[in-house]
C-alpha cells in the first residue's frame, strides 16, 4: 500500500506518510504495474480528495480538459510514480520539489495552497485528538503516546510542512464543505482557522470519528463540535450542574465521614459521572425514551444509586450497617452488586421515565450483554422497533474496557437485526489506572475505548475537570445515539483520588501519579471558583448548595438507623407486575399438565410440514424433511425436531412469546430442525412457518447469532429477565462450548437468584454424547452444572404432597437430559406452566435426533399427560420384579445402547432400566419407588462419560441416602479420564462395549463391599 501515493509534491515525505497512514487510496488505478500509484485524502466524506479525483479523471481523459497548474501538477506526479520515487524521499529531493512549485503559476499556487488549507483542517479533524488536553492531572497522554503529530500546526515553523509560510496566517482562504468552523462564513484567514481547529480538537475535548464510513455521520460530528460558540450554557444550566456536582461530591464525602473505613469504591476523581449520567437521561428523555437500562461497575454506583436513580439515601446508608438482618431468601450481594429499578418523573423533562440498574456480579463487564438483551425485550415488548423509547447506558473502567473481550462480544451485537438495541452511550470512568496496575502495561492500544472503532461508533474523549465540555459531550452523545440509533463513547478521562478502595494505599504503587493527586484542586470547587468569579452563582449561594445536601444526607443517615432488615427484594431490577403474589410469593405451588389436545398438535404439526408462503421454492432436500413431518403427524408420531416445534408452538398460541437464539439455530447445527425456510430462487427471501399457525399467535423470534457464546448466553439472559411471560432459549453449537460463556452461568445462572432474589426461566439447550467424534464436540459436562446444584445430597426428604413443585420452587436450576421427545416437549412446556422461574439446563442429543426408536406417541403428549422426572422399567422386567436381578438407572442416549444389549443378551427379564429424567433437583421419590420395586435386584448406574465426569458424583450419594445406605449402587461407565472422550473411533467403541458388557454381567460386582 505504501507504494501507492500521489500527493502534491511539495507536501514532504513525511507528510505523505502521515497521511498515508490515515487515509485510504481512492484511485481506481487499472493495474497496480500499468499506472502510476495513489494514496489521496478519503472521498468518502467529500472534500478536497473528490475535487482532486475529478480533476484527476478528466486529466486522465483528455489532459487539456483540465487547468494548466493540475495538468503540471499529474505530469510530475506520475512521471515521479513510474520513476518510483514516489516513495518517501530525502529531504533533498523535497526541497528540489519545493523549488519547483515556485515556478509554478500564481493559479497554481493558489489552488496548491488551499489545498493545503484543506488537508491541514482534515489533519485537526483526524488527528487533532492526540494533543488535546485531556488528562486533569496533565502528566499523562491518554492515547499512552507523547508524539505530537508533525501536521498539526503547533508551533509557526510547522507551516512548511504545508509549504506555508507565517505571512499567509492573514491571508484568506475558502472554506470546504467539510467543515462548519467558519459558521456563517465562507471564508476565514489561514491564523483564525488553524485558532477554531485547536479550539474544537486540540482542547479538553478529543474526538475520534473520522474513522466512520458516512459521510453524514462525520458531517453531524462535525457541525456540533465545530459551530463557532457551539458550548454556550445558560447560568440556569450551570447552576443545575453545580448543584449536580455538589450532590455527586458531598455525596462520597459524607460516606468517607461516617464510614472512614468501609470500601465503597468512591467515585472522587471522577464525580462529573453523575452530571454525566444525568444529561444523557434529561437529553434522552426529551428526545422521547421513557426507559433508561444501566449497566455499571463498582466506581460510583452508590452516589449513581444515590443521585442518578434516586434511591432513598437510607436505604443506601443501612446497608453499612454490620448488624442489618437479611429478610429474603439467599445470600445476597454486596451493596454495590445490587440492582435497582425506578419509575420517576423526570425533573429537568417533566416526563416519566424508568430507570433500572442492572445487579451485577464482581466479573467486570459481564453485565454488558445482559443489558443488552433487557433492553431488546423491553424495546420488544413495547412494539418499539427504532429504540426510540427504550434505551441502554453501559459505564465501563478503562482497564476493563479494553481487557475484557465480552466489551468486543458485546460490540458485535450492536448492529445486528435480532440483537440491536438501536445505540447504546457507553461512558468510561478513564481514572488511567486499574487497581494498581498502570495502563501503559494493561493495553496495547492506544486509548482504551479502541474496541469501539470497530462497530464504526464515534469516541467522545474528555477531560473530566472541565464540567461544561463533559455536559456538552454527554448532550451530543444522546443526540448521536437519537438520531443515527448507533453506539457512540464518552470516555471521562479523569483520575481517582483515593486507592482502588478505600482501604488501599496507591502510593506504593504510583507514587508520582498520587503526588500530583494530592495536589489536585477537586472539580467542585474549580468549578464554583469559575462560577462564582463570572457572577453565575455567588459563594453564598454555593455553600447554601452544599449545606442543603449535606442535611438531606444526615436526615437520611438518622433515618437509616432505624432500618433493622435488609430486603434484597427492594432492590429488584426487573420485577414481574402480576406474576407473583404481593408477597412477591408464587400464586400457586402446583404445576399443571402439560399436554395439549391432539388437534393442536396435528395442526403444529401440518404447519411445521408446509410452506406457508405462495410461490416460495425450497430446496428438494427440505422438501423431503417436510414430507417426513407429515407422515410423523399423519401416524401420530414425534421426532425430537417435530417436539420442538408441538412445544414452541403451543406456547405460542397460549400467548407466550418464544425466542431461540445460538450459533446456526435457525436451520439447527445438526440439520434437524430447519425453523426458518429459504427461497432457492430469491435472495433473503425467508419464510418461518412457526410465525403462521395461528392469527393471534405470540410471536416467535429464532436467530442465529454472532459466533460468540459469553456475549449471546448474556444476552439472553437479559432477555428472559425483562418477562416471566416468554421462553427464552440459548443453545451452545456443540454442549462444550458453554465454557466460553461460564462467567454467564457461574455468576448469573446459577446463582442469581440466590444473590438478587430475581427469577429467571432461561433454557440452556446443550448438545452432548459420546459419539465417537472426539474430546471435543462430545460432553456438555453435566458435572459441573450438578456440581452447582444445591439440593443437599445428605439430607433425607420429607415427602410432602407437593414434593416436586416444592423442590423445583427451593432449587437454584432444573437439570435434565431427556431420552425421549415427548419429555422434551413436556419439559419445556413445563418451564412456562411453572409458577416460578428456575433456569433449565437441558442436555440435548446429536445421534438421537435421528434414532428410529427415539421417537414419540401422541398419546404422551396429549391433554393429561406430562413430565416424567423419571421413565420407569416398563417391560418383561417390570412385570416380575421380584425376578430382576439387576436394575440399571441412566439418563439420556445410553438407554438405547443398553436396551439394545439387553435384547441381544437376552436378559429383559433379569434386568430393569430405568431412566433418570430430571436429574436435579433429584427426584428422590420416584428412585425410592423403583429401588422398592426390585428388592432383589443390585443397582448400577450407568453412563457412557468418563467416571469422573457425567453424572455418578452427583447420583450416588443421593441414592446413599434415599437407600439409607442399605444398598450399594454400583458404577458401570468409563473409567476416569482427563478428556472428555477418546479421539480414536475404535477405542470409542471398545470402551463402550466393555461398559454394556459389565452392565449386563451378573456377576460383575459379586463378592465386592461398598
Ligand atoms: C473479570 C474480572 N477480573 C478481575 C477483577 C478484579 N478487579 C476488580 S476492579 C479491577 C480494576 C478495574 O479497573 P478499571 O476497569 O479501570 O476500573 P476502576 O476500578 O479503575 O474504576 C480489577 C482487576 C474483576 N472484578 N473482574
Ligand atoms: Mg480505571
Redesign the pocket.
Known amino acids: 500500500m505504501n507504494q501507492l501515493r500521489l500527493l502534491p509534491s511539495r507536501l514532504g515525505a513525511q507528510a505523505v506518510r502521515l497521511l498515508a497512514a490515515h487515509e485510504v487510496p481512492v484511485f481506481g488505478w487499472r493495474s497496480r504495474s500499468s499506472g502510476p500509484p495513489a494514496t489521496l485524502p478519503s472521498s468518502k466524506d467529500g472534500g478536497s480528495s473528490s475535487y482532486m479525483e475529478e480533476m484527476y479523471f478528466a486529466w486522465l481523459e483528455n489532459p487539456r480538459s483540465v487547468h494548466k497548474s493540475w495538468d503540471n501538477f499529474f505530469r510530475k506526479a506520475s512521471e515521479e510514480a513510474s520513476s518510483g520515487s514516489a516513495q518517501p524521499r530525502p529531504p533533498s529531493v523535497v526541497r528540489d520539489s519545493r523549488s519547483a512549485v515556485s515556478s509554478r503559476t500564481k493559479t497554481s499556487k493558489l489552488v496548491e495552497d488551499h489545498l493545503a488549507v484543506q488537508s491541514l483542517i482534515r489533519a485537526y479533524q483526524i488527528r487533532g485528538h492526540h494533543v488535546a488536553q485531556l488528562d486533569p492531572l496533565g502528566i499523562l497522554d491518554a492515547d499512552l503516546d507523547s508524539f505530537v503529530p508533525s501536521d498539526l500546526i503547533t508551533t509557526i515553523d510547522k507551516l512548511a510542512f504545508y509549504d506555508l509560510q507565517e505571512a499567509d496566517l492573514d491571508k484568506e482562504f475558502q472554506l470546504p464543505t467539510t467543515t462548519f468552523i467558519g459558521g456563517s462564513e465562507n471564508t476565514l484567514s489561514l491564523r483564525e482557522i488553524i485558532r477554531r481547529l485547536e479550539n474544537t480538537y486540540c482542547q479538553h475535548i478529543g474526538l475520534e470519528f473520522m474513522f466512520i464510513n458516512d459521510v453524514e455521520q462525520c458531517q453531524w460530528i462535525r457541525q456540533k463540535f465545530e459551530t463557532p460558540g457551539v458550548m454556550q450554557f445558560s447560568s440556569e444550566e450551570k447552576r443545575t450542574l453545580l448543584a449536580r456536582l455538589v450532590r455527586s461530591m458531598r455525596f462520597e464525602d459524607f460516606l468517607a465521614r461516617k464510614w472512614s473505613s468501609e470500601k465503597r469504591?468512591g467515585l472522587e476523581g471522577c464525580e462529573v459521572m453523575i452530571p454525566a449520567l444525568k444529561t444523557i437521561i434529561d437529553k434522552s428523555s426529551e428526545m422521547g425514551i421513557e426507559n433508561v437500562i444501566l449497566g455499571m461497575?463498582?466506581?460510583g454506583r452508590l452516589n449513581v444509586l444515590a443521585n442518578v436513580i434516586r434511591k432513598d439515601l437510607e436505604q443506601i446508608f443501612c446497608q453499612f450497617d454490620p448488624k442489618l438482618e437479611a429478610a429474603d431468601e439467599g445470600s445476597g450481594d454486596v451493596k454495590y452488586h445490587l440492582g435497582m429499578y425506578h419509575e420517576r418523573i423526570n425533573r429537568v423533562t417533566n416526563r416519566n421515565i424508568t430507570l433500572s440498574l442492572v445487579a451485577n456480579p464482581?466479573?467486570?463487564e459481564a453485565v454488558d450483554p445482559v443489558v443488552q438483551g433487557k433492553t431488546k425485550a423491553e424495546q420488544f415488548y413495547r412494539g418499539d422497533a427504532q429504540g426510540k423509547k427504550v434505551m441502554s447506558i453501559l459505564v465501563?473502567?478503562?482497564?476493563?474496557?479494553a481487557g475484557?473481550g465480552v466489551v468486543y462480544e458485546t460490540f458485535h451485537l450492536s448492529d445486528l437485526p435480532s440483537y440491536t438495541t438501536n445505540g447504546t452511550v457507553h461512558v468510561v470512568?478513564n481514572?488511567q489506572?486499574?487497581?494498581t496496575t498502570d495502563p501503559r502495561m494493561a493495553r496495547s492500544s492506544p486509548y482504551p475505548t479502541d474496541v469501539a472503532r470497530v462497530v464504526n461508533a464515534p469516541i467522545f474523549h474528555v477531560n473530566a475537570d472541565d464540567p461544561e465540555a463533559v455536559i456538552y459531550v454527554c448532550s451530543v452523545a444522546a443526540e448521536w445515539r437519537n438520531t443515527f440509533n448507533k453506539d457512540v463513547v464518552v470516555d471521562l478521562v479523569c483520575y481517582?483520588r483515593r486507592g482502588?478502595n478505600e482501604m488501599d494505599e496507591p502510593m506504593f504503587t504510583q507514587p508520582l501519579m498520587y503526588k500530583q493527586i494530592h495536589r489536585q484542586v477537586p472539580v467542585l470547587k474549580k468549578y464554583a471558583d469559575k462560577l462564582i468569579a463570572e457572577g453565575t452563582v455567588t459563594l453564598q449561594e454555593f455553600e447554601e448548595e452544599i449545606a442543603k445536601y449535606d442535611r438531606i444526607c444526615e436526615e437520611a443517615y438518622g433515618r437509616s438507623k432505624d432500618k433493622k432488615i435488609l430486603h434484597i427484594k427492594h432492590w429488584l431490577d426487573s420485577p414481574w407486575p402480576g406474576f407473583f403474589n404481593v408477597d412477591g410469593e408464587p400464586k400457586s405451588m402446583t404445576c399443571p399438565a402439560t399436554g395439549i389436545p391432539e388437534d393442536v398438535l396435528t395442526h403444529i404439526g401440518s404447519v411445521a410440514s408446509s410452506v406457508p408462503l405462495e410461490d416460495f421454492k425450497i430446496h428438494t432436500g427440505l422438501s423431503r424433511i417436510l414430507r417426513g413431518r407429515a407422515d410423523m403427524t399423519k401416524n401420530r408420531t414425534v421426532d425430537w425436531a417435530l417436539a420442538e416445534y408441538m412445544a414452541f408452538g403451543s406456547l405460542l398460541k397460549e400467548g407466550i412469546h418464544v425466542r431461540l437464539s445460538g450459533q446456526d439455530v435457525e436451520r439447527g447445527t445438526f440439520s434437524h430442525r430447519h425453523h426458518v425456510l429459504h427461497d432457492q430462487e430469491v435472495d433473503r427471501r425467508t419464510c418461518v412457518p412457526m410465525n403462521h399457525l395461528w392469527p393471534d399467535q405470540a410471536p416467535y423470534t429464532v436467530c442465529n447469532s454472532s459466533l460468540s457464546e459469553y456475549g449471546v448466553l448474556g444476552f439472553e439472559l437479559g432477555y428472559a429477565m425483562a418477562s416471566p411471560n416468554a421462553l427464552v432459549l440459548w443453545e451452545a453449537q456443540f454442549g462444550d462450548f458453554h465454557n466460553t460463556a461460564q462467567c454467564i452461568i457461574d455468576q448469573f445462572i446459577s446463582t442469581g437468584q440466590a444473590k438478587w432474589v430475581r427469577h429467571n426461566g432461561i433454557v440452556l439447550l446443550l448438545p452432548h454424547g459420546m459419539e465417537g467424534m472426539g474430546p471435543e464436540h462430545s460432553s456438555a459436562r453435566p458435572e459441573r452444572f450438578l456440581q452447582m446444584s444445591n439440593d443437599d445430597s445428605d439430607a433425607y426428604p420429607a415427602f410432602t404432597k407437593d414434593f416436586e413443585v416444592s423442590q423445583l420452587y427451593d432449587c437454584n436450576w432444573i437439570v435434565v437430559n431427556c431420552s425421549t421427545p415427548a419429555n422434551y416437549f413436556h419439559v419445556l412446556r413445563r418451564q412456562i406452566l411453572l409458577p416460578f422461574r428456575k433456569p433449565l439446563i437441558i442436555f440435548t442429543p446429536k445421534s438421537l435426533l435421528r434414532h428410529p426408536e427415539a421417537k414419540s406417541s401422541f398419546d404422551q403428549m396429549v391433554s393429561g399427560t406430562s413430565f416424567q422426572r423419571v421413565i420407569p422399567e416398563d417391560g418383561a422386567a417390570a412385570q416380575a420384579p421380584e425376578q430382576v436381578q439387576r436394575l440399571i438407572f441412566c439418563t439420556g442416549k445410553v438407554y438405547y445402547d443398553l436396551v439394545k444389549e439387553r435384547s441381544s443378551q437376552g436378559l429383559e427379564e433379569k434386568v430393569a432400566i430405568t431412566r433418570l429424567e430430571q436429574i436435579s433437583p433429584f427426584p428422590f421419590d420416584l428412585i425410592k419407588q423403583e429401588a422398592e420395586k426390585y428388592p432383589g435386584a443390585e443397582l448400577a448406574w450407568c453412563q457412557e462419560e468418563h467416571k469422573n465426569m457425567g453424572y455418578y458424583d452427583y447420583i450416588s450419594p443421593r441414592f446413599m441416602t434415599i437407600l439409607r445406605r442399605t444398598r450399594p449402587i454400583w458404577y458401570v461407565g468409563r473409567d476416569p479420564a482427563a478428556a472428555p472422550a477418546t479421539g480414536n473411533r475404535n477405542t470409542h467403541l471398545v470402551s463402550l462395549k466393555k461398559f454394556l458388557d459389565t452392565a449386563f454381567n451378573l456377576q460383575a460386582f459379586e463378592g465386592k463391599t461398598f
Open positions: 469504591f461497575p463498582h466506581r464482581s466479573h467486570l465501563h473502567g478503562d482497564a476493563a474496557f475484557q470512568v481514572n489506572i486499574g487497581f481517582r482502588h
